[in-house]
């Protein structure tokens, strides 16, 4: 998610491949056969604006989604996604009360941070193309499945990936027992090199600077692999309500560093500042969740969609998520309110900063990353909608998204290094979206 | 693993509990309406999920935590 350099553009070729093969079979067609053909067709087109306060992150996002339906049941789905990134990130580091000056991912240049202030990297800036092709049928009365593929490419980053489920309905259909499970291959290329784990941030301007910056990369490339199962159980209540579970397993495997991220070195917790190492994050990772949802109409039309999960995994987090919504619907428009809570703890390796001491530990992982350590988080929304018929709706979506770091280390032990919510990232969003479907 | 035994059991329980759960082919009515779905706006959920997963520890649950992108 990061350029220093003019973007390249391989997923546009997949984009216009797409649109042919789409134009190509309507072209085919004489016009009152190309107007049924259209009948079979659901559109649905969304665009998101993304902006965090303080000129962190923008972010534009479109989707294009195309659905030719053969039957109830038998469907093939096409899904283009643009989005576009500009903006600063927090690099990881802590505020200090001097001025810090920091090399950039690229080896070119650095950047110079004002004392008292969030090091944030203000070099962001990417375009990601992401298509998807998902096809959907029964097999048989009893059983349906579903497969599809995925390609996504970035500046520095690439993404291919399938998916598979199958699923089996019980009691009158109204049981579905669904196992689903997907593989995403993915490609790393940072910008300027894969860091060497813990090794130093080269310092701007030092005679050896170039040597210090070589010694402190390893190759252009690093992989992951991402394989996810999910086991999900649906259930219908009665005729006003259903419900969801969900288990869901997902192992990741391979480079999962942010290679951009530091950590600030001190001589002592709330001492002197030594300097900054690149962050790494163990090589693999299994996270568990269990997921359940709930749907009830009330007698007036409205709906009531409710949803939590927990989640774990072997680094050392959990967090808890609740989402609610509320549909009140009133002739052809309805009015959504949405509130989201999120609460997750830090991972083991998570550390505000670090001490000489506990680097000469030799750690085996460590990240100052805000969004593996403690905080709360709220999104609150709003969305509204007008139908125009069944399938024709137009909707747009308001929502802040607000983050809150919890203070770290407060039990005074002497491996941790304490550091106050006030000195780790907080995070205001506003989120618009404006789309339709017809 | 023997988490997932513990919860394939449960949910073999669950099932054969919820026979006794459900609706007649006659009473889909309400449930058949695109706002009943579980995921009524998958266009929406796919945004949300990018968004939190940028900016989260926690990815997945109700559909796949993937990978796909190197978001900040």
Known sequence: ????????????????????????????????????????????????????SNDRVEATEAVLGATRNFDSETSLNFKLTLDTLTGASPNGAMPSDQPQTFTRPSGRGSYTVEAGDLPLDDTFRDTRY?????????????????????????????????????????????????????????????????????????EPGSGSFSVDFDASRDGKEADKQVTDVIFGVTQIINR??????????????????????????????????????????????????LFWQGKYQFDGGDILDGSYRFLFDDWGMTSHTVDARYRWRFGHQY????????????????????????LADDPQALTADYRLGDFDAWTLGVRYGYRFDEK??????????????????????????????????????????????? | M??????????????????????????????????????SDPIEAALDDHVYFSKEGSSGGRGFGGGGCGCN
């Open chain 2, 2 to 39: 023997k988490s997932l035994t513990v919860l394939t059991l449960a949910f073999t329980v669950l099932l054969a509990g919820c026979s006794s759960l459900g609706v007649k082919p006659w009473e889909r009515d309400l449930l058949a309406q695109q706002d009943m779905e579980l995921i």
């Open chain 1, 335 to 358: 009015l959504e309110p949405q509130v989201r809570w999120y609460s997750q703890s830090a991972i083991d390796a998570y550390q505000p900063y670090v001490t000489s001491a506990q």
């Open chain 1, 130 to 202: 992401t298509g998807n092709i998902q096809w959907s049928a029964p097999l048989g009365r009893d059983w349906s499945y579903s497969g599809g593929v995925h390609y996504s490419t970035e500046h520095d980053y690439e993404s291919r990936g399938g998916n598979a489920s199958l699923s089996r309905y019980f009691n009158n259909k109204n049981t579905t027992v669904t196992l689903a499970t997907s593989l995403s291959l993915d490609v790393l290329t940072p910008e300027g090199g894969v860091p060497v784990g813990l090794s130093a941030m080269a």
């Open chain 1, 1 to 52: 998610m990061k350029s220093d350099t003019s973007l390249t553009r391989p997923g546009a070729a997949l984009g216009a491949s797409l649109a042919a093969i789409g134009c190509a079979v309507l072209q085919g067609l004489p016009n009152q056969a190309m107007a049924g053909e259209l009948e079979n067709w659901d559109f649905d087109a969304a665009v998101l604006q993304y902006t965090e």
């Open chain 1, 240 to 289: 006003r309500s259903l419900m969801q579970f969900n288990y869901s397993l997902s192992y990741n495997n391979g480079y999962l560093t942010d290679p951009y991220k530091i950590v600030s070195v001190y001589d002592t917790a709330g001492g002197t500042l030594q300097g900054y190492r690149y962050e790494q994050r163990p090589d693999s990772r299994l996270k568990q969740a």
């Open chain 1, 392 to 438: 024709t709706e137009l909707y747009t979506r308001l929502a802040a998204y607000r983050q809150m770091p919890r203070d770290f280390g407060s039990d005074n032990s002497s491996d941790t290094t304490p550091a106050d919510a006030g000195d780790l990232p907080e995070m205001t969003a506003v989120m618009l979206t404006i789309g339709g479907r017809f």
